[in-house]
Structure formats: C-alpha cells, structure tokens
C-alpha cells in the first residue's frame, strides 16, 4: 500500500485554504473548517487555517430548506453570511468574497483549494487555475447527486507539483468527465422545496464534507495517508469506499466506462 506525505512547508506556517462554492457541499465544509483549525492548533501547528470563502450566489428561500441559511438572510451573499458567522462565533478573521473564480485568474497566497462546485465548468475553471505557473499545493474537490458522491485530494500538475509516479492525481485527471461542460445541465435552480430535495436528499452535503475533513485531519495529524478521496452513499450501509493511492488503480478508473 502506498503512502502520500504532506508537503513539509504546510506544517511551518499558516494554511491558506480557498473554498470555492457556497452552496450544500461549500457550507458544509465551511462549518467544519473552523474545528480542523481548533484541531491543528491542538496538534501543534503553528498557525492552523487562514480561509477565504468564494461564491458570487446569493441566498434564495429554497436554500433554507438544506443549507445553513435562515428566511432572514434571503438577498445577502452565501460567502458573506458564512464568513461573518464563523468570524462572530469563533473569534477569527476569515473572508468571504462575492465573486466567481475565473479561469484566467492566478491564485496567489492559495495553499488549498476546496471545490464544491456544481457545475463542470466551474470545475473546469477551478483546474485552469491550480496547474500551470500555479503554485497550489492540493486541490480538495466534492461533487455529488442526489444521494451520492466522491470527494478527491489532488496534486495539481504545476510549480509546486512535478511529474511523478505517485503524483496525487487531481479529480479531472481520474474522471475528464468531470470538465466537460457539454454534460452540465439546465443549470437552473430548484424553484421549490419539494425540487430542491428531489435533487438531492438532505444529509448527502454534510456527510460528505464530514469524509473529506476527516481526511485533511489525518493528513495533517499523522503527516501521511493511505488513500486521497471516496465515494460516499447514502443508499448502503457500507456506502463508503476508498480512493487509493496507487497508479495502476488510476489507470484503470480513467478507462473505465462511465457516464
């Protein structure tokens, strides 16, 4: 079984982590953030997180019915509202930012990258920004459907990450389905409640974030891993399996046939 080390530098100084995307799975790893933070400190880490939330959406009423956000915040900014709150309850200094990440933007100062997009353009777009000249260290994706979902650690191929055997590979590296924007659909939001949760049941957000936080921690606490990401059901009692650290088991998922 292979092993991946943390990037050494990580452990030295604070984390700058940049999640893009608000929504179910956004606010979700949002709430979380702030007790992996408390969960470094106790570990000895220098500094913990430094986190800046991304999103342009503002809260709708049917965001109320499975994400954290009350009929009394309707109009204001997700980013915004859940920057603010993490800040007034835990005493931090994180931002929230209204505004769309860019493919042609360059993310300086970014140590991680959380996505948790919902469309595969904004995946796609979120690619753009971590290779290249990029200097990201790990780009974290989540995405799901309705009861389901994977969440994949990679080491996107740029100045920081060379080329290499046991290179963690990025979500669209494992499944190009992932970008293809052709495959998005209508793109247009739930218009009732009854939509919103036929589009996807009420637990499958935080669950998910739940196994994707749990992995940075192990990361960060123990300095190693054994496997970067999962496929998460809800539909199973064994509903989770993990995504392991081996080229071979790369290989096969990017030939095999999906969807």
């Known amino acids: 079984m292979e092993l991946h080390s943390i ?13 893009v995307g ?20 106790a570990y000895g880490h220098p500094e913990g997180l430094q986190v800046t939330l991304l999103d342009a959406d503002v809260i709708s009423p049917t965001n109320c019915v499975r994400q954290p956000f009350s009929r009394s915040e309707v109009g204001l900014y997700k980013s915004v509202v859940l920057a603010n709150r993490m800040n007034l309850f835990w005493g931090l200094d994180w931002q929230g ?30 690619q753009e920004c971590t290779e290249g000249r990029s200097e990201v260290d790990y780009w974290l ?15 996107p191929l740029n100045q920081r990450n060379r080329r290499s ?6 979500v669209c590296e494992l499944f190009p389905e992932t970008i293809q924007s052709e495959l998005d659909g209508d793109g247009v939001p739930s ?8 589009r996807q049941e009420p637990f499958v957000n935080p669950t998910l974030a739940n196994h994707a936080l749990a992995l ?11 496997y970067h ?4 059901s809800l539909s199973s009692m064994a509903g989770v399996q993990a995504l392991r650290i081996d080229p071979e088991y790369w290989r096969r998922l990017r030939k095999s046939p999906r969807q």
């Open 97 to 126: 930012i209204p505004q769309q990440l860019s493919g042609r933007q360059r993310l300086e100062g970014v140590d991680i990258v959380i996505g948790c997009v919902d469309t595969r353009a904004a995946r796609a777009a979120i």
């Open 191 to 198: 218009c009732s409640a009854a939509e919103a949760l036929e």
């Open 141 to 155: 994706d989540l995405g799901n459907n309705a009861d389901s979902g994977q969440f994949v650690l990679g080491e």
């Open 229 to 232: 990401g999962g496929f998460v």
């Open 7 to 19: 990037h050494p530098e990580l452990l030295k100084h604070k984390v700058r982590v940049l999640v």
């Open 165 to 170: 055997k046991l290179r963690l590979r990025t």
């Open 22 to 41: 608000c929504g179910g799975n956004g606010s979700a790893i949002a709430a979380g953030l702030p007790y992996l933070h408390q969960a470094l400190l």
């Open 216 to 226: 940075l921690t192990r990361l960060f606490r123990y300095g190693s891993i054994s």
